[in-house]
């Protein structure tokens, strides 16, 4: 079986291998705005920035499994499991000065893009967080160009800015440019946020 522990890094260090994100390819187009990571810009996750580039180490499942939270063609590994937990029992570390940050990856099918944002209620609250080149980067939209080979596992979490360290995340996510936009609420420690 696939768990949690399997996907999050034995250290830091060796999730920190890929190389600076780069802004969004049409940056210069007029309908780009914003700082990048924000929702008008995101920032650009392709395979190098993906945990595992092949063997030795075994590809993500490309499916969901049953504590997976899955939405298009991707899902948050182990998301389902945090909304019984509590932040003592999940042991989260400390984020900037008055903050939190939960660990656990996102993986996309091969070949597949996906942009992941925070909606605006939880913006100032939450971001996600991926460590780049040996430092945490904050962002509240990520799109993830998953490799066409499977093993799109990208190591990241999501830090609360400042207690309380629960709250169902409102999320939307849009699959390969398309205009639909697909919502999830992730429960991170809520319970139901049905």
Not at 114 to 130: L, P, Q
């Amino acid at each position: 079986m696939f768990t949690l522990a399997t996907l999050t890094c034995a250290t830091l260090a060796s999730c920190t291998g890929a190389s600076a994100p780069a802004a969004s390819p049409s940056a210069s187009a007029p309908h780009v705005s914003g700082p990048i990571g924000s929702p008008g810009n995101p920032v650009i996750l392709g395979c190098d920035a993906e945990a595992w580039d092949g063997a030795p180490a075994p590809p993500a499942p490309v499916t969901a499994g049953p504590q997976d939270l899955a939405v298009g063609p991707m899902y948050f590994a182990g998301a389902r499991h945090l909304a019984t937990e509590t932040p003592a029992q999940e042991g989260g570390s400390p984020y900037g000065r008055d903050g939190m940050f939960f660990k656990f990856g996102v993986v996309v099918r091969p070949a597949a893009t996906v942009t992941v944002t925070i909606g605006a209620s939880a913006r100032g609250h939450v971001v996600i967080v991926k460590a780049v080149n040996g430092s945490d980067l904050a962002m509240t939209s990520a799109t993830y160009h998953a490799c066409r080979e499977p093993g799109g596992f990208y190591p990241q979490g999501f830090a609360f800015t400042h207690p309380p360290f629960r709250g169902c995340v409102p999320l939307d996510v849009t699959v390969g440019g398309q205009a639909q936009v697909l919502h999830v609420t992730l429960s991170l420690f809520a319970g139901s946020c049905a």
